[in-house]
């Protein structure tokens, strides 16, 4: 069993509406991370969270905002996005501070944007 | 800049078959790591296996083992006595000094046909 889980397992929204995918981590570390990955491509990273504070923004639009509210969760906050935001957006953990360190990854949310 | 190549977009074989995936990698980290993860149709990112650049020992897990040559900059994953569970995409990556950071290649689709 994953010990990274995300949802909504789906989801699919309007342009004009907000939502959230939340993901949550048992496996203790201090590093959380959000990837969007578009079909038949590799995850491209999207924000990087240590500790509790954003780390790395590899210059998201303002539309996808992040939070991590504590070091087991991690959420996605979505307003106004645009169709070509649809996507599978994977949340990973790792322990923080060392390049060696393994990500883990959860099973992603697949998100349909009309 | 940290690349990794995984020159074969898509592989088909028929069970039973082996298979190898080629990763090459470019890096100037002296430190460096890699890594193995394979994508089931299901879209979680599953761990399969973490080589420092300091140990070029090759590694066997059940069907599956990896082949580091520093030399040639080369991590090639082959699995033995393939089976259509192995269907997935498999990327190769790497992670040096910029922490937090992956660098993926491209994704090699494998098929195993019954």
């Known amino acids: 069993d994953t010990e990274v889980t995300q949802t909504p397992k789906h989801l699919v929204m309007g342009m004009t509406n907000k939502k959230s995918l939340k993901c949550e981590q048992h496996?203790?570390?201090?590093?959380m991370y959000w990837y969007k990955q578009k079909a038949k491509k590799p995850p491209e990273l999207m924000f990087v969270?240590?500790?509790?504070?954003?780390?790395i923004n590899e210059s998201v639009p303002s539309r996808f905002s992040p939070e991590c509210p504590n070091s087991s969760l991690l959420n996605l906050h979505l307003h106004a996005l645009q169709p070509e935001d649809s996507a599978l957006y994977l949340c990973?953990?790792?322990?923080?501070?060392?390049?060696?360190?393994?990500?883990?990854f959860g099973p992603g949310t697949r998100l349909l944007v009309l | 800049a940290q690349k990794v190549t995984q020159a074969q977009t898509e592989i088909s074989v028929v069970e039973k078959e082996d298979v190898t995936l080629d990763c090459v990698y470019e890096?100037?980290?002296?430190?460096?790591?890699l890594f193995w993860y394979k994508q089931p149709p299901s879209g979680e990112l599953v761990f399969l296996i973490r080589?420092?650049?300091?140990?070029?020992q090759n590694e066997i897990s059940g069907r599956y083992s990896w082949n580091f040559q520093k030399s040639t900059s080369s991590f090639n994953f082959t699995i033995t006595a393939s089976q259509v569970v192995d269907s997935a995409v498999y990327f190769c990556a790497l992670s040096g000094t910029s922490y937090g950071k992956l660098t993926f290649g491209q994704g090699t689709i494998l098929t195993v046909h019954p």
């Open positions: 496996m203790g570390h201090r590093a």
């Open positions: 890096t100037r980290d002296t430190t460096y790591y």
């Open positions: 080589r420092n650049s300091f140990d070029e």
């Open positions: 990973a953990s790792s322990q923080p501070g060392l390049a060696e360190e393994t990500q883990y």
């Open positions: 969270y240590s500790y509790e504070k954003l780390s």
